[in-house]
Nanobody, 114 residues
Framework: QVQLAESGGGLVQPGRSLKLSCTVS????????MAWYRQAPGKQRELVAH???????GYADSVKGRFTISRDNEKNTVYLQMNSLKPEDTAVYYC????????WGQGTQVTVSS
C-alpha cells in the first residue's frame, strides 16, 4: 500500500516562500511521475506541478515562474519550492503519482495572508 506524507506547510505573508516535502513509501518511487496538487476551499483539486521520471517538469500557468518541483529518488521524496506566494495560493497541498495514482494523503495546509 502506497503512503504519502506531505509536510512543510504553514502561514506566511504574501511574497514569502515555503518548501513542501512529500515522502512516498510502499512503492519503487523512482519509476513514477510525481505531482503536486492543491485544493482551495470551495474549489476542485487542481494539478499544480509535475515531474517525470526523467526530471522533466511542468507547471500550471498560475504558478509558472514562482514554483519549482524537484525530486530526490534516494530519499523517495518530492519537493515543491514556492516563492513569491500570493493569497490565491492558499490551499491544502497534496502530492501523488501523476494521474493521480494512489489514495490521497492528509495534505499540508498553506495559508498566505498578511
Amino acid at each position: 500500500q502506497v503512503q504519502l506524507a506531505e509536510s512543510g506547510g504553514g502561514l506566511v505573508q504574501p511574497g514569502r516562500s515555503l518548501k513542501l516535502s512529500c515522502t512516498v513509501s510502499g512503492t519503487v518511487f523512482s519509476i513514477w511521475a510525481m505531482a503536486w496538487y492543491r485544493q482551495a476551499p470551495g474549489k476542485q483539486r487542481e494539478l499544480v506541478a509535475h515531474i517525470l521520471e526523467s526530471g522533466f517538469t511542468g507547471y500550471a500557468d498560475s504558478v509558472k515562474g514562482r514554483f519549482t518541483i524537484s525530486r530526490d529518488n534516494e530519499k523517495n521524496t518530492v519537493y515543491l519550492q514556492m516563492n513569491s506566494l500570493k493569497p490565491e495560493d492558499t490551499a491544502v497541498y497534496y502530492c501523488n503519482g501523476m494521474g493521480p495514482m494512489w489514495s490521497w494523503g492528509q495534505g499540508t495546509q498553506v495559508t498566505v495572508s498578511s
